[in-house]
């Protein structure tokens, strides 16, 4: 199961659990504010290869379509993917 | 039921048998060993199924019993003195983790100097890391102690590792005629472990995690309560107990002719015989004399120590053990229960036993009579130094 | 057929984590789980992945997952191995992931036992070369030269003194069923090995070098190239050990300059071309011995 955001956050005595154990892959916060640039695939370029997505160390860019995208809310801005793009299809933009 | 005549190792072996653990990882010490070359026995003969693991450390030892706790299998080690504090590490993380291992601990003295023989330095000292702690009188109790564990352990408000504490040679290895019961009663005793906390392939967990400042003092909170929960569990499931086997516990301490005593004496673990005998001889003198034998360290026997000592006029605390640059740890605890209860009575405290020296007859009856002059002290038993107040002379 | 890009478990198991941008060793967990499948039952000592995963209520880790004593990686692997096949569940795959640190130093003595033991688990050293969640302390994975902050290069001292201890042979002089070597920047041949593992019976060992941008000084998009740089300058090398021999996977045919590779990262901005030469000539003797028994 991929770990995904949660609306709630659990607090008080009631709700934290009675042991250091709790449901898997329980996101409560995004890593998009990491970022000072962000990845833009050029999609007409993309040829599907999924190199990027091999390599991200976050798995934040998966296959949609037969192309990578991105999924901004994890995505840290590292530019791996932009460098192990063969074909130049990843550009990295300033974030604004 | 069938009588046997038993060390309490073999007896806690026996016991932890019934008890039916999945998983049994351990690492060799004396005096521990006679318990786990038993269960290997066991296992290899077919009449324990259990998986044996041969770990490399006492480290590994408790932190392979937290592995198998985590995915919900029962889990059992055993372990004395240097090992106890080589796995320190993994006490509180047992705990922390609220895995129910049961974990048997020949209790043995500490180096430096390096000495086989028993005290309850080893465990005494462990008694912060939240684990709830018993401490047998005989080979019979042992036994019980060992079944009994596992229930109260693994029961769902408590989740809360066990250690059951054996004096090391005076109990490990003395022989006494023992019931064993059946495969049958024990398991009506005892129901296989079932648990929420644990990691299973159809329900996923993240286990073990970190939690900060917002979260961190409700978690140890909940280890706290699970701990104090303990207190009730342990009475239910010696009623249980007592139902099926026909022998009756009583729950954290043991009173022996406390309720009209002037002067009581309390103890733990396999020198309790030894005093309940002067105790019952100082009676027939005509001396009111009792003893309050404490069963469980942990949860701390608050009320009860309270409720028998509160119409004394002195009591005294005979330990084998001594937090340094203070005074015995359970005198401390027991003083803090009376102060509590607002009891005012002079208490004294003996300690006695370390590295296996023997405790007389003659100095127990000492004790009593010392008692009579109702002083507040702390003295080392038979070391030839005299000593009155709260410091100890004997230290240069 | 192999692994690879297509053909790989498209479900993320190691999402959201906070590991630093450009994390090598974030890449060896999220990969090896996905080959691994949604049964993985992973641990992850007191290290970095541990740090980053598992915050309460910040839970990356889609699979069981639990934090084990920074020494007790192996033995709590063990632990759930033997606790689920004590309940008759046998679908699963115990495997650990331990940093330089917390295999070579801290959590050796209980990955020899359970080696020993021939525990049927899947052991993976990502190796960022020191402790990086504590600050980049030197560990004995550390290379010779490498400055941390307990080996600050100065004028007496330059770096580490001492070479990077060999895991793989020593795991490999257990007769363990099967160890591997492999690099984030050739990340099929990791699968593959991966791959590989999970198919064994008995203990697995895996030991993958994973670069730290903020260890060793380079950006964080260099992370995959200085990756491949290692093993195409020799310093690090691709190998397997099975039944009792060892085998090359990958030989360059012409080494990649090791000082270009050095001179990359600040960690090695202190050695000098004698220090170099040192380091190049430990790495031709190292090749030697592959040549001469490795297959």
Same mark, same amino acid.
């Given at each position: ?14 709700? =934290?659990?009675?042991? $250091? ?55 840290? +801005? ?14 990295? &933009?300033?974030?604004? | ?98 895995? $129910? ?60 590792? @066990? ?43 993240? #286990? ?12 140890? #909170? ?48 396999? =020198? ?17 004399? +009792? ?9 701390? $026997? ?6 028998? =000592? ?35 009575? $002079? ?10 020296? /023997?405790?007389?007859? &003659? ?34 | ?14 999402? +959201? ?59 709590? *692997? ?10 008759? =569940? ?42 990086? /969640? ?6 004995? *994975?550390?290379? @010779? ?8 290069? +100065? ?10 201890? /060999? ?120 090749? &030697? ?7």
């Amino acid at each position: 199961m991929k770990p995904y955001l949660r609306d709630k956050i659990p607090a008080g005595f009631d709700e =934290i659990p009675d042991t $250091p154990s709790y449901e898997a892959g329980y996101l409560v916060t995004k890593n998009s504010g990491w970022r000072n640039v962000r990845p833009v695939i050029d999609t007409k370029k993309c040829i599907g290869c999924l190199n990027c997505y091999l390599y991200c160390p976050d798995g934040v860019i998966f296959r949609s379509n037969h192309k990578a995208a991105i999924d901004y809310d994890f995505c840290k +801005g590292c530019g791996i993917c932009k460098k192990i793009c063969r074909i130049g299809a990843i550009k990295m &933009e300033a974030e604004k | 039921m069938a009588k046997r005549f038993l060390s309490g190792n073999e007896a806690f072996a026996l016991g932890v048998r019934l008890a039916r653990p999945q998983v049994i990882s351990a690492y060799p010490i004396t005096p521990q060993t006679i318990v786990v070359e038993k269960l290997s026995e066991y296992v290899e003969d077919g009449s324990l199924k259990a998986e044996f693991i041969h770990v490399e450390s006492e480290h590994s030892a408790l932190s392979c019993a937290m592995g198998a706790s985590s995915v919900g299998a029962r889990a059992f080690t055993a372990t004395s003195s240097q090992g106890l504090l080589y796995m320190t590490e993994c006490l509180p993380y047992a705990a922390g983790g609220r895995f $129910p291992i049961v974990m048997m601990n020949a209790n043995r003295s500490t180096a430096l100097p390096w000495n086989i023989y028993g005290d309850q330095r080893d465990s005494v000292s462990q008694l912060d890391s939240g684990w709830i702690q018993a401490y047998a009188e005989n080979a019979q109790e042992a036994l019980d102690i060992a079944l009994m564990s596992f229930y109260i352990a693994e029961h769902p408000i408590v989740s809360t590792p @066990f250690m059951a504490n054996l004096d090391g040679f005076v109990l490990t290895h003395t022989y006494e005629v023992a019931d064993v019961p059946t495969i049958e009663q024990a398991d009506e005793f005892l129901p296989p472990y079932r648990t929420k906390n644990k990691m299973s392939l159809s329900e996923p967990k993240n #286990l073990a995690f970190s939690a900060g400042p917002e979260s961190n003092t409700i978690f140890k #909170l909940k280890e706290h309560l699970g701990v104090l929960n303990a207190r009730t569990v342990i009475s239910e499931a010696e009623q249980r107990f007592g139902k099926i086997f026909g022998r009756h516990y009583t729950g954290l301490t043991e009173s022996y002719r406390t309720e009209d005593a002037d002067y009581i004496l309390i103890t733990l673990g396999s =020198i309790s015989g030894l005093v309940r005998e002067i105790t019952d001889k100082l009676r027939a003198e005509g001396k009111k004399a +009792g003893l309050l034998r404490i069963r469980y360290l942990r949860p701390f $026997p608050n009320e009860e120590i309270a409720a028998a =000592i509160r119409n004394a006029k002195a009591a005294a605390v005979l330990e084998k053990d001594i937090s340094f640059g203070n005074e015995g740890t359970v005198y401390t605890n027991v003083n803090s229960a009376l102060q509590k209860a607002g009891i005012n009575i $002079p208490t004294s405290d003996y300690i006695g036993g370390l590295g296996g020296k /023997n405790i007389s007859a &003659e100095e127990i009856e000492g004790i009593f009579a010392e008692l009579e002059e109702e002083k507040r002290t702390v003295k080392f038993l038979g070391t030839g130094g005299e000593e009155s107040g709260s410091q100890c002379k004997n230290a240069q | 057929m192999a692994v690879n890009a297509k053909t790989l478990n498209e479900t993320e198991f190691f999402y +959201g984590h906070k590991a630093c941008a450009g994390c090598g060793g974030s890449l060896a967990v999220r990969i090896a789980l996905k080959v691994l499948g949604e049964n993985a039952v992973a641990v992850l000592p007191a290290g970095c992945m541990s740090a980053v995963g598992f915050n309460f209520p910040q839970l990356c880790f889609g699979n069981n997952a639990i934090i084990s004593t920074f020494a007790g990686t192996a033995s709590m *692997l063990t632990g759930i191995e033997a606790g689920l096949r004590a309940q008759g =569940i046998t679908d699963f795959h115990a495997v650990g992931f331990a940093g330089d640190g917390g295999t070579a130093d801290i959590g050796l003595q209980a990955l020899s036992g359970a080696i020993d033991r021939n525990d049927d688990i899947l052991y993976i050293c990502y190796d960022n070369e020191a402790y990086m /969640n504590t600050g980049i302390q030197k560990s004995s *994975l550390t290379p @010779f030269g490498a400055k941390t902050t307990t080996t600050p290069a +100065g004028k007496n001292i330059r770096g580490n003194l001492r070479p990077k201890k /060999n895991m793989f042979e020593i795991v490999a002089a257990h007769g363990i069923p099967y160890a591997a070597t492999a690099s984030v920047g050739y990340i099929n041949d990791f699968m593959r090995k991966v791959e590989k593992a999970k198919q064994i019976k008995g203990t697995k060992y895996i030991h993958i070098l994973a670069p730290c941008p903020t260890g060793w000084g380079i950006k964080t998009d260099d992370t995959i190239e200085i990756a491949k740089e290692v093993v195409d300058c020799g310093l690090w090398y691709l190998a397997e050990y099975e039944n009792g021999e060892f085998k090359l996977n990958y030989k360059p045919e012409e080494f990649s300059s090791v000082g270009d590779y050095l001179k990359k990262q600040s960690r090695f901005r202190h050695l000098t071309d004698e220090d170099i030469k040192v380091i190049q000539s430990s790495r031709d003797a190292k090749w &030697e011995f592959i040549h001469r028994n490795f297959k």
